[in-house]
């Protein structure tokens, strides 16, 4: 079977599946009262250290408090999801429940057979798990006005700084920068005082599915977007968002941002010879221990444009169900809802990193109020889930493609020499033939 008979055929099995939702949605049942079995694919499994200790720590409880359901954990990683995902499916083996990248979800939805919460759970019971989550967080798993993945592991783009930088050069470590502007003209200052790079961040550079989160926050904050809110349109070259990207090319220009793998950039920072890096959350753990006993390590919320504070978007994943079984779909449903519980989200947001989507347990002395007392790091990520905007998946199955073009047009442009409005013009030309009619 070649690619594009794999894929038809890959389609044509998630239409059987959604054309039966109205079906499965009415012989859910209400528990699980037989011994069943459910596989979770997960990338955080297939990770080293804290994303998969934490991880097999929620599924050990889950199991404890659920002693009818055996969840098969399978670690796959981020950027190979969707692709074993289809392939499993192909082979009538997929997963019953799977963590999702974002980037991946329209294709998820729309290929995979994924199913939107509203078609399978009682609207009361859902309408119960959903109250008392970020309605922001919420968002970000919504097609088409559906839930097709529930947030999970997720965080905003943080400015992370080396406060004694700061210090040496002159400069206030009490006022980080607020703009992108200061971000230049404070890490200017400190390169020319220290000899340490001003400014590092994972924004541009690597064309793969999943890389753009940070540069779709760069350039909504600029007032732009990537794609028109009908999904049908490429827009990453309208001027607002060759505006965000040419403020990248200044700062490369000035030698503060370069084309640097994460490991390169992470081992930078962790020795003291960055300012500032632009990521997300997931890695404050390895930038708390890496700092420790060398510099004082700070957090700010992400720069913005002009007088405008930025408009994050988001890292991460969602939980998508995936099985056509009733019971399985239950179990599966029962698994998702302790996930995303305030118990879930302590050991998610303490354990692994991540933000959790229930804010009330943040001054809960019960669950995260004294670990964010211990952790005031966190607090930057959290003040900007007011802003939050949904990480834009791309339509299609050419999704990867399109999102490799961006990205690699967004590298020549900022680090390749090349003008970023023409550069960007003719990528997304290119990538607007890839789109569906």
Same mark, same amino acid.
């Given at each position: 079977?070649?690619?594009?008979?794999?894929?038809?055929?890959?389609?044509?099995?998630?239409?059987?599946?959604?054309?039966?939702?109205?079906?499965?949605?009415?012989?859910?049942?209400?528990?699980?009262?037989?011994?069943?079995?459910?596989?979770?694919?997960?990338?955080?499994?297939?990770?080293?250290?804290?994303?998969? &200790?934490?991880?097999?720590?929620?599924?050990?409880?889950?199991?404890?408090?659920?002693?009818?359901?055996?969840?098969?954990?399978?670690?796959?990683?981020?950027?190979?999801?969707?692709?074993?995902?289809?392939?499993?499916?192909?082979?009538?083996?997929?997963?019953?429940?799977?963590?999702?990248?974002?980037?991946?979800?329209?294709?998820?939805?729309?290929?995979?057979?994924?199913?939107?919460?509203?078609?399978?759970?009682?609207?009361?019971?859902?309408?119960?798990?959903?109250?008392?989550?970020?309605?922001?967080?919420?968002?970000?798993?919504?097609?088409?006005?559906?839930?097709?993945?529930?947030?999970?592991?997720?965080?905003?783009?943080?400015?992370?700084?080396? @406060?004694?930088?700061?210090?040496?050069?002159?400069?206030?470590?009490?006022?980080?920068?607020?703009?992108?502007?200061?971000?230049?003209?404070?890490?200017?200052?400190?390169?020319?005082?220290?000899? @340490?790079?001003?400014?590092?961040?994972?924004?541009?550079?690597?064309?793969?599915?999943?890389?753009?989160?940070?540069?779709?926050?760069?350039?909504?904050?600029?007032?732009?977007?990537?794609?028109?809110?009908?999904?049908?349109?490429?827009?990453?070259?309208?001027?607002?968002?060759?505006?965000?990207?040419? /403020?990248?090319?200044?700062?490369?220009?000035?030698?503060?941002?370069?084309?640097?793998?994460?490991?390169?950039?992470?081992?930078?920072?962790?020795?003291?010879?960055?300012?500032?890096?632009?990521?997300?959350?997931?890695?404050?753990?390895?930038?708390?221990?890496?700092?420790?006993?060398?510099?004082?390590?700070?957090?700010?919320?992400?720069?913005?444009?002009?007088?405008?504070?930025?408009?994050?978007?988001?890292?991460?994943?969602?939980?998508?169900?995936?099985?056509? &079984?009733?019971?399985?779909?239950?179990? @599966?449903?029962?698994? /998702?809802?302790?996930?995303?519980?305030?118990?879930?989200?302590?050991?998610?947001?303490?354990?692994?990193?991540?933000?959790?989507?229930?804010?009330?347990?943040?001054?809960?002395?019960?669950?995260?109020?004294?670990?964010?007392?211990?952790?005031?790091?966190?607090?930057?990520?959290? &003040?900007?889930?007011?802003?939050?905007?949904?990480?834009?998946?791309?339509?299609?199955?050419?999704?990867?493609?399109?999102?490799?073009? /961006?990205?690699?047009?967004?590298?020549?442009?900022?680090?390749?020499?090349?003008?970023?409005?023409?550069?960007?013009? @003719?990528? =997304?030309?290119?990538? =607007?033939?890839?789109?569906?009619?």
């Amino acid at each position: 079977m070649n690619r594009r008979t794999l894929l038809t055929g890959t389609a044509s099995l998630a239409l059987v599946i959604a054309s039966g939702a109205t079906a499965i949605a009415q012989s859910l049942p209400a528990t699980v009262d037989a011994p069943v079995e459910i596989t979770f694919y997960n990338y955080n499994l297939a990770s080293a250290g804290i994303g998969a &200790d934490g991880t097999k720590k929620l599924i050990a409880e889950f199991m404890a408090a659920n002693p009818n359901i055996t969840v098969n954990g399978v670690g796959v990683p981020g950027n190979e999801m969707s692709a074993r995902i289809q392939a499993d499916v192909a082979a009538g083996k997929g997963p019953d429940v799977a963590q999702v990248v974002f980037a991946d979800l329209d294709f998820v939805a729309g290929n995979l057979g994924a199913h939107a919460l509203e078609d399978l759970i009682p609207a009361d019971e859902l309408a119960a798990h959903f109250d008392g989550m970020s309605p922001n967080g919420l968002k970000l798993g919504i097609l088409n006005g559906k839930t097709y993945a529930l947030a999970y592991t997720f965080s905003t783009p943080v400015l992370f700084y080396n @406060a004694d930088l700061f210090r040496k050069a002159g400069l206030d470590p009490d006022a980080p920068p607020k703009t992108w502007a200061e971000v230049q003209s404070m890490g200017l200052a400190i390169n020319k005082a220290t000899g @340490a790079s001003g400014f590092e961040g994972g924004i541009v550079g690597a064309g793969a599915v999943g890389a753009d989160w940070l540069a779709q926050s760069v350039i909504l904050s600029n007032g732009g977007r990537t794609m028109s809110p009908d999904r049908k349109t490429l827009t990453f070259a309208e001027p607002a968002a060759v505006g965000a990207i040419e /403020m990248l090319r200044k700062l490369h220009d000035d030698g503060m941002l370069e084309n640097a793998a994460f490991p390169a950039i992470l081992e930078k920072m962790n020795a003291g010879g960055v300012a500032m890096y632009l990521n997300s959350s997931a890695i404050q753990r390895a930038l708390i221990a890496g700092a420790a006993g060398k510099y004082e390590l700070r957090a700010a919320m992400m720069p913005g444009f002009g007088t405008e504070l930025a408009s994050p978007t988001n890292s991460g994943s969602g939980l998508s169900i995936l099985s056509a &079984d009733p019971v399985k779909q239950r179990a @599966a449903w029962e698994l /998702m809802k302790f996930l995303t519980s305030k118990r879930g989200y302590t050991i998610i947001t303490s354990e692994i990193g991540y933000l959790p989507l229930r804010t009330a347990i943040v001054n809960d002395p019960a669950y995260l109020g004294q670990w964010v007392k211990d952790h005031p790091l966190v607090q930057p990520n959290l &003040d900007q889930l007011s802003r939050l905007q949904p990480w834009v998946p791309y339509p299609g199955q050419n999704y990867r493609q399109i999102n490799k073009i /961006m990205l690699d047009a967004m590298e020549m442009a900022v680090f390749g020499g090349a003008d970023v409005a023409t550069t960007l013009k @003719a990528a =997304q030309d290119q990538a =607007q033939s890839l789109m569906p009619n």
